[in-house]
């Protein structure tokens, strides 16, 4: 189950590692990210099959995108009849397809269980702890998250650390693919600040939104920045195409993007899959929320939590001295999908070479 950009590199290994076992599967995406830079294209560059449906189901309020993939989604699952429903990561359409396939009596397998930031204004937050709950079983990406599941009274034998599935792709595209020459390509000079900013915190409120503007076109005066602009970022980050040091580019291919990550000097982002694809390729990641649901990175010494106000120091300190590598984080090798494989694997039937939505 997909519908959003960061779900689908967690979501690619997964398929492919339960491919391998012959396992039939039935790939539901619910189209909540429509656009074919965030959804049809990062499929094509993840290697995923087309999916089984495509739920087509947009934008919309949260409560009405919610209702709007339950209820195409019933149908799908009643047909299918599956044995196991696996959801990824913390959207909307993670949520709903949790919820549709509790209320059937199909139980359902979460990746990236576990994840909190402790911070209920975030939609996030909300989604990915009422999935856990309602979860038969709990895929963890770190031993933090397993803390969170024990407090919450989650961490039985449901609770499976696996590692982190995102980090799969991106090894996969790292040993695949010519990094350079997508830089090369993108015409990036040999030293930039690579911003990603998209969150409501930071970018609907117009004074906040200002003082983000502000933050990028001063760093912008220190250092080249390259701004992928989300599409929800286009309004209010739109002065920044007239700072001489911000690029301003469209939404890059997931393998531009990793590309282009790779070779940056700092990373300043609202992401929490990129603190994750820095700290794995040990860029120096400032995180401009006050809070973070993959409290390994900061432990992991790549990434930093900072207000706009304090992010200018941040990164002096960070451009005035390279940043020792980091040791791996465990079990971050590139062999999650085939973890959780195994794990399903008790839950498939075998008469019939298993079956999973």
């Not at 200002?210 to 599409?231: C, D, S, W």
């Not at 200018?312 to 300190?317: G, L, T």
Request: with cysteine; aromatic share 4%.
């Amino acid at each position: 189950m997909v519908g959003a950009r960061p779900n689908m590199p967690k979501a690619a290994p997964v398929i492919r590692a339960l491919s391998a076992t012959g396992v039939r599967q039935v790939i539901v995406n619910t189209g909540q990210h429509y656009d074919d830079a965030m959804s049809q294209s990062l499929m094509r560059a993840l290697g995923m099959p087309e999916p089984d449906f495509d739920l087509a189901v947009g934008s919309d309020t949260h409560a009405r995108q919610t209702a709007a993939v339950m209820t195409a989604l019933e149908p799908v699952l009643r047909d299918r009849a599956p044995d196991v429903v696996v959801v990824y990561g913390d959207v909307n359409s993670t949520l709903a397809a949790a919820l549709t396939a509790v209320k059937m009596g199909i139980p359902v397998a979460h990746v990236e269980a576990g994840l909190r930031s402790h911070d209920f204004s975030m939609p996030e937050e909300v989604n990915r702890r009422l999935v856990d709950h309602v979860s038969t079983l709990l895929f963890v990406t770190s031993p933090d998250a397993w803390v969170n599941l024990r407090t919450e009274g989650l961490a039985d034998e449901r609770a499976i650390e696996v590692g982190n599935p995102m980090i799969d792709s991106l090894v996969r595209m790292r040993d695949e693919l010519d990094f350079a020459a997508y830089r090369a390509e993108l015409a990036l000079p040999d030293e930039y600040l690579l911003a990603t900013i998209h969150r409501p915190s930071n970018v609907d409120d117009p004074a906040q939104a200002a003082a983000m503007v502000a933050l990028i076109a001063e760093l912008g005066a220190r250092v080249p920045v390259v701004l992928p602009l989300h599409p929800r970022s286009h309004g209010p980050l739109a002065p920044l195409r007239e700072e001489r040091g911000v690029r301003v580019l469209d939404p890059l291919p997931y393998p531009h993007f990793l590309a282009a990550l790779d070779g940056a000097r700092l990373v300043l982002t609202d992401s929490g899959g990129v603190q994750e694809e820095s700290s794995f390729l040990g860029v120096p990641c400032i995180t401009v929320r006050t809070s973070t649901e993959r409290p390994v990175t900061i432990t992991h010494g790549t990434n930093r939590l900072s207000s706009i106000a304090d992010a200018i120091d941040h990164a002096d300190r960070i451009l005035a001295a390279p940043m020792p590598a980091p040791a791996a984080i465990p079990m971050w090798d590139g062999r999650a999908g085939e973890r959780i494989a195994a794990a399903l694997g008790p839950w498939l039937d075998s008469s019939t070479g298993g079956h999973h939505g």
